[in-house]
């Protein structure tokens, strides 16, 4: 074989070797690629679960002027990263029957409605969407229709332990994106240091395990309007809403001028969560719902769609007004004697709502 023979071999080996090399190298570039977009989409296959938008680790608020590029939260007005502004809705049946108290997790929810279930006790539907992680929330209850329809309007997963019949051919007939605990267990436990049906809890985990498994995709809350607090000088040094609810579920609101919000009084002490956490609120809305009672057993039937009176409360002052709710899937809205939408101050909402009979006490 002459040199020149010999120079076209090596040259056609430093050829494959050099291609060989290159086809290695994409093939591994390859592979990385595929492992990354099969942990991202398939997060299941290597053992974690990919969390959706709803349920991430908290992000403390901010205000606007410090945070170039953040929003208002849709669920309660706080500037938050743009990102994090419209979280999927969790809207939870808390009980608040004598034998539940006390509650778990009712002082971290951004929203909450507060109305009779039957014989004159009331029940909460308390609205999670802050991202916060949250290891006990309960003891969870039973359904009534008008807590689901304020579920409805928020676009939010319904938790819930069973309900009233009409509440559950609703969530059925409707198509309403719930978990009930008869047939999701694993998704809640019960607490065997508490009587039953008094013990049924979940967490942010769970529910995040359950939107994860539906594959939910981002909220779709619309919004209130809200506002800064109003300075000091203009607030108003003491305020106090008593609402009569039956004995035992009395609640009065006292407003503190210096943090500009409302605590919370059930049955004359302070409302406190099970770790001792005070409720406290930025805003309180009573809204007036004419209601008859159904059944033996005392349940409800409110007329929570169309319009009546309401009062909104904020800043140290009460204000007459309006709620309007044109159909089960509208989001109920407040207005005032003018005919425009109130604004409310950043931070946690109750909604009080009250049958016209029920005595209202109200002190600025």
Same mark, same amino acid.
């Given at each position: 074989?002459?040199?020149?023979?010999?120079?076209?071999?090596?040259?056609?080996?430093?050829?494959?070797?050099?291609?060989?090399?290159? *086809?290695?190298? /994409?093939?591994?570039?390859?592979?990385?690629?595929?492992?990354?977009?099969?942990?991202?989409?398939?997060?299941?296959? *290597?053992?974690?679960?990919?969390?959706?938008?709803?349920?991430? /680790?908290?992000?403390?608020?901010?205000?606007?002027?410090?945070?170039?590029?953040?929003?208002?939260?849709?669920?309660?007005?706080?500037?938050?990263?743009?990102? /994090?502004?419209?979280?999927?809705?969790?809207?939870?049946?808390?009980?608040?029957?004598?034998?539940?108290?006390?509650?778990?997790? #009712?002082?971290?929810?951004?929203?909450?409605?507060?109305?009779?279930?039957?014989?004159?006790?009331?029940?909460? #539907?308390?609205?999670?969407?802050?991202?916060?992680?949250?290891?006990?929330?309960?003891?969870?209850?039973? @359904?009534?229709?008008?807590?689901?329809?304020?579920?409805? %309007?928020? +676009?939010?997963?319904?938790?819930?332990?069973? &309900?009233?019949?009409? @509440?559950?051919?609703?969530?059925?007939?409707?198509?309403?994106?719930?978990?009930?605990?008869?047939?999701?267990?694993?998704? *809640?436990?019960?607490?065997?240091?508490?009587?039953?049906?008094?013990?049924?809890?979940?967490?942010?985990?769970?529910?995040?395990?359950?939107?994860?498994?539906?594959?939910?995709?981002?909220?779709?809350?619309?919004?209130?309007?809200?506002?800064?607090?109003?300075?000091?000088?203009? !607030?108003?040094?003491?305020?106090?809403?008593?609402?009569?609810?039956?004995?035992?579920?009395?609640?009065?609101?006292?407003?503190?001028?210096?943090?500009?919000?409302?605590?919370?009084?059930?049955?004359?002490?302070?409302?406190?969560? +099970?770790?001792?956490? %005070?409720? =406290?609120?930025?805003?309180?809305?009573?809204?007036?719902?004419?209601?008859?009672? #159904?059944?033996? %057993?005392? !349940?409800?039937?409110?007329?929570?769609?169309?319009? &009546?009176?309401?009062?909104?409360?904020?800043?140290?002052?009460?204000?007459?007004?309006?709620? =309007?709710?044109?159909?089960? +899937?509208?989001?109920? =809205?407040?207005?005032?004697?003018? &005919?425009?939408?109130?604004?409310?101050?950043?931070?946690?909402?109750?909604?009080?709502?009250? !049958?016209?009979?029920?005595?209202?006490?109200?002190?600025?």
């Amino acid at each position: 074989m002459n040199n020149v023979d010999l120079n076209q071999n090596n040259k056609k080996k430093r050829f494959w070797i050099i291609t060989g090399c290159i *086809f290695v190298v /994409l093939f591994l570039l390859l592979g990385f690629i595929a492992y990354f977009l099969a942990a991202d989409f398939y997060p299941a296959i *290597f053992g974690e679960v990919k969390k959706p938008k709803v349920f991430e /680790l908290a992000k403390k608020s901010i205000s606007a002027d410090l945070c170039a590029g953040c929003a208002r939260r849709a669920i309660d007005g706080v500037y938050v990263e743009e990102a /994090l502004a419209n979280l999927y809705p969790a809207a939870v049946i808390i009980e608040n029957n004598i034998d539940s108290r006390p509650s778990s997790a #009712l002082a971290k929810a951004n929203l909450v409605f507060e109305a009779e279930a039957e014989g004159g006790i009331t029940r909460f #539907l308390a609205v999670y969407a802050a991202g916060e992680d949250i290891d006990e929330i309960g003891p969870i209850r039973s @359904a009534r229709p008008y807590f689901v329809d304020w579920a409805r %309007e928020l +676009s939010a997963l319904f938790i819930h332990c069973g &309900g009233s019949p009409e @509440a559950l051919i609703k969530i059925a007939r409707d198509n309403i994106f719930s978990i009930n605990e008869f047939y999701n267990e694993t998704f *809640f436990w019960r607490d065997k240091h508490r009587a039953a049906p008094h013990n049924i809890y979940t967490s942010t985990e769970n529910i995040n395990k359950y939107l994860a498994k539906k594959e939910a995709g981002e909220g779709m809350l619309l919004s209130w309007h809200f506002k800064d607090d109003a300075p000091e000088d203009e !607030r108003t040094d003491s305020a106090q809403v008593k609402i009569g609810y039956k004995t035992n579920y009395e609640v009065e609101w006292i407003y503190n001028k210096k943090t500009n919000d409302y605590i919370r009084y059930l049955a004359g002490q302070r409302h406190k969560d +099970s770790n001792g956490d %005070e409720i =406290r609120a930025k805003n309180i809305i009573v809204q007036y719902v004419k209601a008859k009672v #159904l059944d033996d %057993e005392g !349940r409800l039937k409110m007329e929570h769609i169309g319009s &009546g009176k309401a009062l909104a409360c904020l800043d140290g002052k009460c204000a007459a007004g309006e709620w =309007r709710k044109d159909k089960s +899937s509208a989001r109920t =809205r407040f207005y005032n004697e003018g &005919g425009e939408e109130f604004e409310f101050n950043s931070g946690v909402t109750w909604v009080e709502v009250v !049958r016209p009979e029920i005595e209202l006490s109200i002190a600025n």
